[in-house]
């Protein structure tokens, strides 16, 4: 037993935010975490230094070339166990004023690497025969949120596109399923005046945001221990909406 290579849990836009807080608790759960990035090489490198056997990698996975470099990057790591589609981008604007080169790289940075990711990584899965698949979408694919049209449409997609993925791998064993967070303490949130922040508290039962660690949990709870949950949307928003 010993002798078995390390599983790896892949977590894409695992530098910062959320997808290092799925880095942190996936590398304590015994995998080998691989940390994908686009741009925050110097992040990525630094939580590979900190977590034991985890290794940082680049790839523009919003592209078909970039997804394929990183299946091949994977190649020699260890059996892949799970995935965390993380990789994101909010760009808000309103919609009569939105420009249409943010809505298209907000597709392919939210939607369509999710897409290629999920197609291109799923067959060592499907070989495997066995695998957890689990998409980071929002509160805002199922609630909307005023100025994030596209952002939004990404995220419900996200959703919708893991109950097909679901049904599609039942039966090689690979579960799929989505965590939409709420409200989440970032540095970007922080950032809001006292004004916006009052009036996102006021919408939340819990009368407070989360934190990246308690979306964290629940991604590990799907990538650990659930063993009969898949093609689920399970919202982390302190109750500001229920699904």
Same mark, same amino acid.
């Given at each position: 037993?010993?002798?078995?290579?390390?599983?790896?849990? +892949?977590?894409?836009?695992?530098?910062?935010? $959320?997808?290092?807080?799925?880095?942190?608790?996936?590398?304590?759960?015994? @995998?080998?975490?691989? &940390?994908? @990035?686009?741009?925050?090489?110097?992040?990525?490198?630094?939580?590979?230094?900190?977590?034991?056997?985890?290794?940082?990698?680049?790839?523009?996975?919003?592209?078909?070339?970039?997804?394929?470099?990183?299946?091949?990057?994977?190649?020699?790591?260890?059996?892949?166990?799970?995935?965390?589609?993380?990789?994101?981008v909010a760009i808000d604007a309103p919609l009569f004023s939105a420009k249409v080169e943010d809505f298209d790289r907000t597709v392919a940075t939210n939607m369509r690497s999710v897409w290629?990711?999920?197609?291109? +990584?799923?067959?060592?899965? $499907?070989?495997?025969?066995?695998?957890?698949?689990?998409?980071?979408?929002?509160?805002?694919?199922?609630?909307?949120?005023?100025?994030?049209?596209?952002?939004?449409?990404?995220?419900?997609?996200?959703?919708?596109?893991?109950?097909?993925?679901?049904?599609?791998?039942?039966? @090689?064993? &690979?579960?799929v399923n989505s965590v939409a967070p709420g409200f989440i303490q970032t540095r970007m949130t922080s950032e809001l005046s006292p004004e916006v922040q009052?009036?996102?508290?006021?919408? &939340?039962?819990?009368?407070?945001?989360?934190?990246?660690?308690?979306?964290?949990?629940?991604?590990?709870?799907?990538?650990?221990?659930?063993?009969?949950?898949?093609?689920?949307?399970?919202?982390?928003?302190?109750?500001? @909406?229920?699904?």
């Open positions: 037993m010993s002798d078995s290579p390390k599983l790896v849990a +892949l977590v894409t836009g695992g530098a910062t935010g $959320i997808g290092a807080a799925c880095c942190r608790i996936l590398a304590a759960s015994g @995998y080998r975490v691989g &940390i994908h @990035y686009n741009s925050s090489s110097a992040a990525a490198q630094a939580l590979a230094q900190e977590l034991p056997d985890s290794f940082a990698v680049g790839a523009d996975i919003s592209t078909e070339a970039g997804v394929d470099a990183l299946v091949e990057a994977l190649k020699d790591k260890g059996p892949l166990a799970v995935l965390v589609n993380n990789a994101g290629l990711v999920t197609k291109k +990584l799923s067959r060592s899965m $499907i070989r495997r025969k066995e695998g957890r698949i689990i998409n980071i979408s929002s509160v805002v694919g199922s609630t909307g949120n005023p100025t994030q049209s596209s952002y939004g449409m990404t995220k419900a997609a996200i959703d919708n596109f893991t109950k097909t993925a679901a049904m599609e791998l039942a039966g @090689y064993n &690979i579960l009052a009036g996102i508290l006021s919408r &939340i039962p819990l009368g407070r945001m989360g934190t990246a660690d308690e979306v964290a949990k629940v991604v590990k709870f799907l990538a650990v221990d659930a063993s009969y949950c898949t093609g689920s949307v399970f919202h982390v928003n302190g109750g500001m @909406y229920g699904g």
